[in-house]
């Protein structure tokens, strides 16, 4: 099992910066890539962007491409994401995610931090 714990949600006007963080525990060893997801009121939970823990190569989804950049600290198995030009689409839940060796999807889940986006 691999453990995550979101941080770093708030509320703030559009146009400022946020910085979330997600720090894993547990079977870390066996960590692949780590995403971030997100899930609006009323919506489907949708991909934000992933980074592969070994190379640290990313993947960003069209809609925050540019503004959304995704880093990791790999000394203390945490990984962030730096929101900047947030608009009021962005507010949604906030969700991190790891993939593990050997799998293709996303088997272990954070609780979700609230990120909310005024006009």
């Given at each position: 099992?691999?453990?995550?714990?979101?941080?770093?949600?708030?509320?703030?006007?559009?146009?400022?910066?946020?910085?979330?963080?997600?720090?894993?525990?547990?079977?870390?060893?066996?960590?692949?890539?780590?995403?971030?997801?997100?899930?609006?009121?009323?919506?489907?939970?949708?991909?934000?962007?992933?980074?592969?823990?070994?190379?640290?190569?990313?993947?960003y989804a069209d809609?925050?491409?540019?503004?959304?950049?995704?880093?990791?600290?790999?000394?203390?198995?945490?990984?962030?994401?730096?929101?900047?030009?947030?608009?009021?689409?962005?507010?949604?839940?906030?969700?991190?995610?790891?993939?593990?060796?050997?799998?293709?999807?996303?088997?272990?889940?954070?609780?979700?931090?609230?990120?909310?986006v005024s006009s």
């Open positions: 099992q691999v453990q995550l714990v979101e941080s770093g949600g708030g509320l703030l006007q559009a146009g400022g910066s946020l910085r979330l963080s997600c720090a894993a525990s547990g079977r870390t060893f066996s960590i692949n890539a780590m995403g971030w997801f997100r899930q609006a009121s009323g919506k489907e939970r949708e991909f934000v962007g992933s980074i592969r823990w070994s190379g640290g190569s990313t993947y809609s925050v491409k540019g503004r959304f950049t995704i880093s990791r600290e790999k000394t203390d198995y945490t990984v962030y994401l730096q929101m900047n030009i947030l608009k009021p689409e962005d507010t949604a839940v906030y969700y991190c995610a790891v993939s593990t060796i050997g799998s293709s999807d996303y088997r272990f889940w954070g609780q979700g931090t609230q990120v909310t």
